[in-house]
């Protein structure tokens, strides 16, 4: 078995385009996924324009930059250009008449422009409403004459009433540009097993194999050689990521990660040499290849949040390994243990167990040497 690894390991290096999808391009997507963003801490771009110029807007606008975001003022023919340009996440108006509305107890209508999605809109939305009910709720206490002893007021009770703060009780932050990382990798990990796996069908176009059959060489270990070929890739790939993580660009990773992506790619090797024994030509195998990577990609989560899906695409990613590999990561980048939150280790087993079955059951079907090759 391990000249036929050899041989593998140099069919595979003598290509310029395997090298490239094999180790190149796994290391690229992962290292620009971790430059997108650090963390889900990075604060956002908030465009205001205030209509009513007073000091109740203007602390308003202060609350929004409390939170660390970067708080702008728009003119409100630039919002569109903003926005799409991607300069600002959202643009808050507040009203003219909002001080004075909201000091006789009528709800000013503050409306909020994005194009990020229900996220951004709803942080914000919320972080508003809390001002305005505090605000609303020291207004009918105290009953001020003026905008000016609401103010006062409320300095009074933030420096005499009770402070809240709020602190998580464990250590473990997700980081945005890993998870996205993540998913770039988890994208290009079923494509670079697949070409691993895609040799079988490379020995058969190129007749090689008769070799093989006049060898004391069986289909099952012609087979194993092909797969532990891949997994020799898949470690490199994990080498080359641990060293990137460590040393080049640190982020914190840890072995339940590494785990989680060699599993997952184990579940694709089993499913390209399924597929490399079931098709008849390379242009077929190829043609199946983008169609399954890609669209399970987006079905899964690899390029965007769920959340941004309809909820029946939600619904409909569970087909994928990509969505449970990426639900893994969010989990394990929480600190939960995947033996103790079962479900997408149990999930992605069922993919690879299917897939192995699979490959058995075409491995079988091959009823003699020459069929198999």
């Known amino acids: 078995m391990l000249p036929l690894i050899k041989n593998n390991c140099q069919i595979i290096l003598a290509r310029k385009i395997m090298i490239f999808m094999l180790l190149i391009l796994p290391v690229i997507l992962f290292s620009l996924g971790l430059l997108n963003v650090t963390s889900q801490n990075a604060k956002m771009n908030i465009g205001v324009v205030d209509h009513d110029n007073t000091l109740l807007s203007e602390t308003l606008t202060a609350i929004l930059s409390e939170d660390g975001s970067n708080v702008q003022d728009v003119d409100e023919a630039d919002i569109d250009n903003r926005l799409l340009e991607g300069k600002v996440e959202a643009v808050v108006t507040i009203p003219a008449g909002f001080e004075a509305d909201f000091m006789q107890a009528r709800i000013p209508d503050i409306s909020i422009r994005t194009l990020k999605g229900q996220e951004i809109t709803g942080s914000l939305k919320a972080g508003i409403d809390i001002t305005l009910s505090s605000l609303a709720q020291l207004r009918d206490i105290r009953q001020p004459e003026s905008a000016q002893t609401l103010m ?11 402070q809240f703060t709020v602190q998580s009780i464990s250590t473990n932050e997700i980081n945005q540009g890993l998870n996205f990382a993540s998913g770039y990798l988890i994208f290009v990990l079923a494509m670079s097993m697949m070409q691993a796996t895609s040799l079988i069908l490379e020995e058969k176009h190129w007749n090689t194999l008769s070799r093989v059959r006049q060898a004391p060489v069986g289909k099952f270990a012609f087979l194993m050689a092909n797969f532990l070929t891949a997994v020799i890739f898949l470690i490199l790939n994990l080498l080359a990521l641990f060293i990137i993580t460590r040393f080049v660009m640190p982020v914190k990773t840890t072995l339940s990660m590494y785990f989680l992506w060699f599993y997952y790619g184990i579940i694709w090797i089993f499913f390209g040499i399924f597929l490399a024994l079931s098709v008849k030509s390379r ?66 087993t069922g993919f690879l167990v299917v897939f192995a079955s699979l490959g058995l059951f075409a491995l079988r079907r091959s009823q003699s040497a020459e069929d198999f090759v």
């Open 152 to 162: 006062e007021a409320m300095r009074e009770t933030e420096a005499q009433g009770f």
């Open 283 to 348: 242009a077929i195998y190829s043609s199946i290849i983008p169609i399954v990577t890609v669209v399970f990609a987006m079905l899964g989560g690899c390029y965007w949040p769920l959340w941004l899906m309809p909820p029946f695409m939600q619904k409909l990613a569970m087909i994928t390994p990509h969505y449970w590999a990426n639900d893994a990561m969010t989990l394990i980048q929480k600190g939960q243990s995947l033996l103790v939150q079962r479900t997408d280790l149990l999930a992605l």
